[in-house]
T-cell receptor, first 116, second 114 residues
């Protein structure tokens, strides 16, 4: 158990809908990351937040957005869902964030999203 | 841009046999290198990492990896595998402009048979 929790574990929805995935980082971790794991794209970095502010962006679609709240939990919002958005979404956390230094990321168990 | 290539999508092996999972990366600057393991229905767990120093890195569960700068490789090895090592293994490299951003390979499925 990494200490990172994600809810829900599974989510089934229809095309065009909007969903919210939630992540609670390890106690004391200030940085949160979101990753998408899909069959065709593999494991991709989406976005990083540090202490409530966006830190880095990866291959995140405009239909997707995220935020980190004052209590440091994070939410990933996916809207206008398409079949291709079906994937496993991982959250990870690390104590700090810093360019050029190493911050070990601890991964949650993931949320499996199925879009029908 | 950095990229990671895992040459084998699947590696079948018998229990107690040695195994090597191959990983090559492309980068013109120094990067950090990682191997993660994903057991069924679980998140990713860090096996080992190379940040600097000794090119032979030892990790958890008896795994080790060797960083080879000239061949831009970071192959993962274990001298004797167990059934419990059956999992998906991901090689990753850090983005040199933001070392928190990890770029993953496509994964190698290690299947250990009795």
């Amino acid at each position: 158990d990494s200490g990172v929790t994600q809810t829900p574990k599974h989510l089934i929805t229809a095309t065009g809908q909007r969903v919210t995935l939630r992540c609670s980082p390890r106690s004391g971790d200030l940085s949160v990351y979101w990753y998408q794991q899909s069959l065709d794209q593999g494991l991709q970095f989406l976005i990083q937040y540090y202490n409530g502010e966006e830190r880095a962006k990866g291959n995140i679609l405009e239909r997707f957005s995220a935020q980190q709240f004052p209590d440091l939990h994070s939410e990933l919002n996916l809207s206008s869902l398409e079949l291709g958005d079906s994937a496993l979404y991982f959250c990870a956390s690390s104590p700090q964030a810093g360019r050029g230094s190493y911050n070990e990321q601890f991964f949650g168990p993931g949320t499996r999203l199925t879009v029908l | 841009a950095q990229s990671v290539t895992q040459l084998d999508s699947q590696v079948p092996v018998f229990e107690e046999a040695p195994v090597e999972l191959r990983c090559n990366y492309s980068s013109s600057v120094s990067v950090y290198l990682f191997w993660y393991v994903q057991y069924p229905n679980q998140g990713l767990q860090l096996l080992l990492k190379y940040l600097s120093g000794s090119t032979l890195v030892k990790g958890i569960n008896g795994f080790e990896a060797e960083f080879n700068k000239s061949q831009t490789s970071f192959h993962l090895r274990k001298p004797s595998v167990h059934i419990s090592d059956t999992a998906e293994y991901f090689c990753a490299v850090s983005d040199p402009w933001n070392t928190d951003k990890l770029i993953f390979g496509t994964g190698t499925r290690l299947q250990v048979f009795p």
